[in-house]
């Protein structure tokens, strides 16, 4: 459902109010959420946003290895650059705009990632390795309220 979601933006260009564009962002939002609880154990319900969760080592590797991170980056990138139509300067949206309210979906899918990204190396400072080739990328995402922050703070405990 990930690469659905990049594909839907890069390759087919759906339109943004579409129900099928609100299906692949759903379907995205859920994967993103089972992949969250996958990698780590908690006794406590509630949000993944904001639950304390103890990571799974061997799922976090298992991620990692499948490369998971890399898709994620993928999703926190898709919406505002379209590698595909660059020479014409097109995007389906502006990063400054992901915090307004008609894109709020959108805005939860990144939270989620960057949530994801956190929990794939919380505890874990050789897999924090496997992102710093994004930092770039998180840090023009720093002021939109994905929970950037927490995730480079991770990244370097």
Known sequence: NLLAYVRAFWTLALPYQSDRMAKV???????????????????????????????????????LDQNVHKFAMLVLECPFKNPLRTFRGESLLRLQDVDKPKHRRIHLVCTLCYQLLKVMVMGRPSFALCLAPFIPLMQTQLQYGFTVTDTLLEMFK
């Open 25 to 63: 962002i759903t379907n995205c939002r859920v994967s993103l959420t089972h992949l969250i609880t996958f990698c780590t154990e908690s006794k406590k319900a509630g949000s993944l946003l904001t639950r304390s969760a103890k990571p799974i080592a061997r799922k976090q590797r298992l991620l």
